[in-house]
């Protein structure tokens, strides 16, 4: 196959094509650009007239064409000003600042605009404080322990919630604080439905979202994983997994990536906020392998003398479980708490693992699996 290659032939300067210019027609909507414009008369200001504009001043403003105009009534920069012209009154919308920008150069005062903010409607008025004598009725339900408030939103909805004897399925309704709150039958099964999970966290999973190319511990609730001795398993009506119980399931707590041992889950926020509430007092109980040497008053910082990024910890108690084995029960839980106390009293971690969360223990759940929350138990 072979290929030819054109080339263009050089214009040819003697072609009369070659010689004309290319023909441009006008817009005959537009102006003659080869003559000078006409004379613009000035409006009418009150009684007399204004002076028609000379050339010179036609000459004079085309030569500043190029110039960026900025004033609300048309003039340069440097022309004289004109009469005051008052201030602009309110439109439909509320706005009594120029429409484009408000600012000093368009003829607008700073901060005048807003003094009168009860005849502007451009500003609400500031909203008053929550009065604490008539909360809202789904904090209430959740300060009572009836469930969590996004439970509760979902019961009042459901209209399963009255209140003095009456339904309320408004949401954010306000009740006074002796009101009497009942739920429903309904809401109570709704209630028993939902589940929450002991899982044994290994080394290499992260409590909640994925991060880091760490799979989330949640992925590890499979009915492959489920611990085959689960007493509810063997219940006269055992608990069958459902796929629903991973709607809404999520950490009451957070365990290390690089710590095992016990990791709750639920979908019930009363125990969420039991555990993980600000005003929470359960116990979490560590077997913490340890390396390096601890004396009688370090030992006694770690119970109660030490400070984690300026704020004072709550009270522990630490001991020696074994040789190379420290016993840590805690009431709260900072992120890498117990690391940070034992780098600041010369300690490494080797290894950290939960056996215990308040009066639920890990007992002989294997790692990597999981078991339901049996109803006698309670943290």
Same mark, same amino acid.
């Given at each position: 196959?072979?290929?030819?290659?054109?080339?263009?032939?050089?214009?040819?300067?003697?072609?009369?094509?070659? %010689? &004309? /210019?290319?023909? =441009?027609?006008?817009?005959?909507?537009? $102006?003659? +650009?080869?003559? *000078? @414009?006409? #004379?613009?008369?000035?409006?009418?200001?009150?009684?007399?007239?204004?002076?028609?504009?000379?050339?010179?001043?036609?000459?004079?403003?085309? %030569? &500043? /064409?190029?110039? =960026?105009?900025?004033?609300?009534?048309? $003039?340069? +920069?440097?022309? *004289? @000003?004109? #009469?005051?012209?008052?201030?602009?009154?309110?439109?439909?919308?509320g706005r009594d600042t120029p429409r484009r920008g408000?600012?000093?150069?368009?003829?607008?005062?700073?901060?005048?605009?807003?003094?009168?903010?009860?005849?502007?409607?451009?500003? *609400? @008025?500031? #909203?008053?404080?929550?009065?604490?004598?008539?909360?809202?009725?789904?904090?209430?339900?959740?300060?009572?322990?009836?469930?969590?408030?996004?439970?509760?939103?979902?019961?009042?909805?459901?209209?399963?919630?009255?209140?003095?004897?009456?339904?309320?399925?408004?949401?954010?309704?306000?009740?006074?604080?002796?009101?009497?709150?009942?739920?429903?039958?309904?809401?109570?099964?709704?209630?028993?439905?939902i589940v929450t999970i002991i899982l044994n966290k290994?080394?290499?999973?992260?409590?909640?979202?994925?991060?880091?190319?760490?799979?989330?511990?949640?992925?590890?609730?499979?009915?492959?994983?489920?611990?085959?001795?689960?007493?509810?398993?063997?219940?006269?009506?055992?608990?069958?997994?459902?796929?629903?119980?991973?709607?809404?399931?999520?950490?009451?707590?957070?365990?290390?990536?690089?710590?095992?041992?016990?990791?709750?889950?639920?979908?019930?926020?009363?125990?969420?906020?039991?555990?993980?509430?600000?005003?929470?007092?359960?116990?979490?109980?560590?077997?913490?392998?340890?390396?390096?040497?601890?004396?009688?008053?370090?030992?006694?910082?770690?119970?109660?003398?030490?400070?984690?990024?300026?704020v004072k910890l709550k009270p522990a108690k630490v001991?020696?479980?074994?040789?190379?084995?420290?016993?840590?029960?805690?009431?709260?839980?900072?992120?890498?708490?117990?690391?940070?106390?034992?780098?600041?009293?010369?300690?490494?971690?080797?290894?950290?693992?939960?056996?215990?969360?308040?009066?639920?223990?890990?007992?002989?759940?294997?790692?990597?699996?999981?078991?339901?929350?049996?109803?006698?138990?309670?943290?």
């Amino acid at each position: 196959m072979t290929t030819i290659k054109l080339t263009k032939k050089p214009a040819d300067s003697t072609s009369p094509r070659a %010689s &004309k /210019a290319p023909v =441009r027609r006008t817009d005959p909507s537009k $102006r003659d +650009r080869t003559v *000078a @414009p006409k #004379p613009i008369a000035r409006a009418q200001v009150g009684h007399t007239e204004e002076p028609i504009e000379t050339q010179s001043h036609i000459e004079n403003t085309q %030569s &500043k /064409a190029s110039q =960026r105009n900025h004033r609300y009534d048309g $003039r340069l +920069r440097d022309e *004289a @000003p004109r #009469p005051q012209q008052a201030r602009p009154t309110l439109d439909d919308t509320g706005r009594d600042t120029p429409r484009r920008g408000g600012k000093m150069r368009d003829g607008f005062e700073v901060g005048d605009f807003n003094n009168d903010r009860a005849s502007n409607p451009m500003f *609400a @008025p500031k #909203p008053l404080p929550s009065n604490p004598d008539f909360p809202r009725l789904s904090k209430r339900m959740a300060e009572l322990g009836f469930c969590s408030r996004r439970e509760a939103d979902e019961w009042i909805t459901n209209g399963w919630v009255k209140v003095d004897g009456r339904i309320v399925d408004e949401l954010g309704s306000r009740v006074a604080m002796n009101a009497k709150i009942e739920v429903s039958k309904d809401a109570e099964k709704h209630q028993s439905e939902i589940v929450t999970i002991i899982l044994n966290k290994p080394i290499g999973y992260v409590s909640g979202q994925a991060e880091d190319g760490y799979d989330p511990a949640i992925l590890l609730i499979h009915p492959d994983n489920q611990w085959k001795d689960d007493p509810l398993l063997h219940h006269a009506q055992p608990r069958e997994f459902q796929r629903g119980f991973l709607k809404g399931l999520a950490p009451a707590g957070r365990l290390d990536i690089d710590s095992t041992g016990l990791l709750v889950l639920t979908q019930d926020g009363r125990v969420a906020r039991h555990l993980i509430g600000e005003d929470s007092t359960v116990e979490k109980e560590y077997l913490v392998r340890v390396e390096g040497d601890l004396s009688y008053n370090n030992l006694d910082l770690l119970n109660e003398g030490l400070s984690l990024d300026g704020v004072k910890l709550k009270p522990a108690k630490v001991s020696w479980q074994n040789e190379d084995q420290l016993r840590f029960v805690l009431r709260e839980g900072r992120k890498r708490q117990i690391r940070r106390m034992c780098e600041l009293v010369g300690l490494k971690v080797l290894g950290l693992k939960r056996i215990r969360i308040g009066s639920v223990t890990l007992g002989k759940l294997p790692m990597g699996e999981w078991r339901y929350l049996r109803p006698e138990e309670k943290f």
